[in-house]
């Protein structure tokens, strides 16, 4: 019987996805190298029926477990849903799960397989990071699914990025922020994360829970026909009103339902001293408080929206009939 208690703190799970070859493997080994062996157990989907990144990750790891033969999005899913019960509600829990996916996945399986929680909430997601390969991200948009994997992002790691120069790196920022503004965008080399105050997963991790990049520039490029794939900003100077938001997030965010990667806003709510912090994946909306605001700061609301088939226009004038009234 699992004996993790219903009042304990749940297991976090991290994602990490990215499309073929992108560099996830040297990512997560990185990462691993710099923990201790038992405090991360590992769940590694792969495409085939022979798992090759399973093999290079365990000796980094006291427990990992292989999903070969099918990605986790369908007839895995379950399979997947198992193992992080048990992993999760053990009698000595792991500090953190980390899954792979398979790079031919989409995480909406791996993401609705999390959101669920075990039996008795044993785990949580912690945050998704998408790797994409710097030196070919002029080729995402040829991959729908390279761009879904974007859009589910909390940070996207570019990895490769020392074999490019200053502006090279600057374009593929601009790109994945063109499909995901809500991500926090770091660069790697060989795995190792190489930007300031960003250089190990967790801070990136925290980066990504705490701030929302600037508002991305429009990408100079047409878009693909069959591209559809997009991320909306949104703005308002000074503060909005709690009960307009929560009927912007309910009628006119909800109406997208099905569509949706991701959602976060950070935002000036009138009467509220605190930060209010909207994190959603898919359809699944989470709330929390983060600093408070400084008596100096300007108070500003900002909020992106990531799916397919958006209203860009509709949104904007239903986030800017949020504003509190003065």
């Known amino acids: 019987m699992p004996s993790h208690a219903p009042d304990s703190t749940p297991v976090p799970v991290t994602v990490v996805t990215g499309f073929l070859g992108a560099g996830k493997t040297t990512l997560v080994n ?7 062996r038992g405090d991360i157990a590992v769940v590694v989907n792969e495409h085939g029926n022979v798992g090759i990144d399973g093999a290079l990750l365990a000796a980094r790891v006291q427990t990992l477990v292989e999903i070969a033969g099918g990605c986790i999005c369908c007839t895995t899913q379950g399979e997947l849903v198992r ?6 509600s053990g ?8 899954v792979e996916t398979s790079g031919a996945a989409s995480p909406a399986g791996v993401l609705r397989a999390i ?11 912690d945050g998704v990071i998408t790797v994409v390969d710097a030196s070919r991200v002029d080729t995402l948009a040829e991959h729908d699914l390279a761009i879904e994997q974007i859009g589910y992002a909390d940070a996207v790691v570019l990895s490769r990025s020392d074999a490019m120069h200053a502006d090279a790196r600057t374009h593929a920022t601009d790109v994945v922020r063109t499909h ?11 795995g190792e994360l190489t ?9 990136l991790l925290e980066r990504a829970r705490e701030e929302l990049p600037a508002v991305p520039r429009k990408p100079s490029g047409p878009r693909t026909a069959q591209h ?15 009960e307009r938001f929560a009927d912007f997030m309910e009628n006119d965010v909800g109406r997208f339902a099905g569509r949706l990667f991701r959602t976060k806003g950070i935002l000036a709510v009138a009467g509220m001293d605190e930060r209010m912090i909207v994190q959603g994946v898919a359809d699944l909306v989470e709330v929390t408080f983060g600093e408070r605001w400084r008596e100096d700061e300007r108070r500003t609301s900002r909020f992106v929206v990531v799916g397919f088939a958006l209203d860009r226009e509709a949104l904007a004038s239903a986030f800017d009939a949020c504003r509190a009234s003065t």
Do not use: Q
């Open 228 to 242: 559809v794939y997009e991320s909306v900003s949104l703005s308002v100077e000074g503060e909005v009103d709690g």
């Open 115 to 125: 959101a669920a929680g075990g039996p008795s909430g044993a785990h949580v997601l």
């Open 91 to 98: 009698a000595t829990p792991p500090k953190r799960i980390l």
């Open 30 to 36: 990185r990462w691993l190298a710099g923990v201790a």
């Open 83 to 88: 193992a992080l019960a048990d992993l999760a």
């Open 180 to 190: 995901n503004g809500a991500a926090v965008v770091a660069a790697a080399a060989r």
């Open 195 to 203: 930007d300031a105050g960003l250089s190990t997963v967790e801070a």
